[in-house]
């Protein structure tokens, strides 16, 4: 019963738009001042790089939620951390990385943000990724590291899943663009293949 109804929350949190609206308005107040310009396109293995100067924090009550931040706040703490400052008090986990990859890989190789839901014996939990598509084969890259190749989503979601652990089932999964607009959701693989 719980996983029903757990379904149908995610399809209300994606379908009318709920999730996306709560991250677009935390984008707009949160970190307002703190932000940077992107610095363009970047390489996967770039990117790598360059989150591994990043530390992994956990979204607070300031942070509405689990709301998925901006690409530019990202991009302010890395600016902050290779001026030789600490990295910026805020959050920096899977959404945020996720953004960033989005926002910084090539129009070109399709990148999308991967939000996958699912419930397990710990309850609800889930994962953000940026997935994109290079020469055919899909990978996705976020605070994981890059993962890939995969012949279709719906193999990335069970990789996902997997990784999270093996009793997990899922709730959704959805496709955003970087700029927060919804282009596919579901609350099976079947929807995916």
Not at 57 to 78: H, N
Not at 120 to 130: D, Q, R
């Amino acid at each position: 019963m719980f996983s029903v109804l757990a379904k149908l929350l995610y399809r209300v949190l994606f379908g009318c738009g709920v999730y996306l609206g709560w991250s677009r308005l935390y984008r707009c107040w949160w970190p307002k001042k703190k932000k940077a310009l992107l610095p363009g396109t970047a390489t996967p293995e770039t990117l790598l790089d360059r989150l591994q100067h990043l530390r992994w924090t956990k979204d607070r009550f300031w942070e509405m939620g689990d709301a998925i931040g901006s690409p530019e706040w990202v991009q302010y703490c890395l600016n902050e951390i290779a001026q030789g400052r600490a990295q910026p008090k805020g959050a920096l986990d899977c959404d945020e990385f996720a953004a960033y990859c989005a926002a910084s890989l090539p129009h070109a190789v399709h990148p999308v943000i991967l939000n996958v839901i699912w419930t397990g014996p710990k309850g609800m939990a889930g994962h953000n990724v940026c997935l994109y598509q290079e020469k055919g084969p899909f990978y996705y890259i976020g605070n994981w590291g890059r993962v890939g190749p995969f012949s279709h989503t719906a193999d990335v979601v069970q990789d996902i899943l997997s990784r999270s652990g093996s009793r997990n089932s899922l709730i959704g999964w959805a496709r955003v663009t970087k700029n927060l607009a919804l282009i596919d959701y579901g609350t099976s693989l079947k929807a995916l293949v």
